[in-house]
């Protein structure tokens, strides 16, 4: 599977926002966004100089921004997409949903690991159960009523521990329910955007694949 091998802070540079790739350590280390304000690349610091920036441009950062965020490549992003341009409601909307649902984010938003980018590489180590069945895809797409636990032998994984030591302190969010203790967490609903936590302009991502 393709792999994304360079520094994550050039992606917020890239975006001009910090995407929390590195999960509670973009809190306590000093960020390369705060200290080169500018994207990546021997162009990066001219790049105010470049001509007026289309609704092209605009809409295709936005959408990159998003991909990066949940970590999907660009084919996945897509199916997506048209999934969620078959169903009901916002295009938009559906679509965070269904990323928001993604097993590896819940796991993240659990607080079972710092980030999004260790919990798919856990995933795929088979440390986690649901609904006391071992799944290893990071995309399998949870629904109201799973339970998500980690497997007994897991348990004692540092970058569990520490991160459960982190984020246990932060407010869970209203659709999960999470026991800390016993390491697991049930998806209650099906989230809503005003519960997705996540500050995009999904429209801008629907202007562009309509063109």
Known sequence: MARYHEANCKLCRREATKLFLKGYRCYTEKCSLERKAYPPGVHGRVAGRRRK?????????????????????????????????????????QLLVSLECRLDNVVYRMGFCPSRKSSRQLVR???????????????????????????????????????????QKEQVLSWLEVDFKGLKGRVLARPTRAEIPVVAQEQLIVELYSK
């Not at 441009?57 to 999934?83: C, D, M, P, T, W």
């Open 53 to 93: 920036t289309s609704d092209y441009s605009i809409q295709l950062r936005e959408k990159q921004k998003v991909k990066r965020l949940y970590g999907v490549l660009e084919a996945q992003f897509k199916n997506y997409f048209k999934k969620a341009s078959r169903m009901s409601g916002k295009t938009g909307e």
């Open 125 to 167: 180590h088979r440390h986690f159960l649901v609904n006391d069945k071992l799944v290893d895809l990071p995309s399998f797409s949870v629904k109201a009523g799973d339970e998500i636990s980690v497997r007994t032998r897991s348990k004692e994984l540092p970058l569990i521990q520490g991160s459960v030591e982190n984020r």
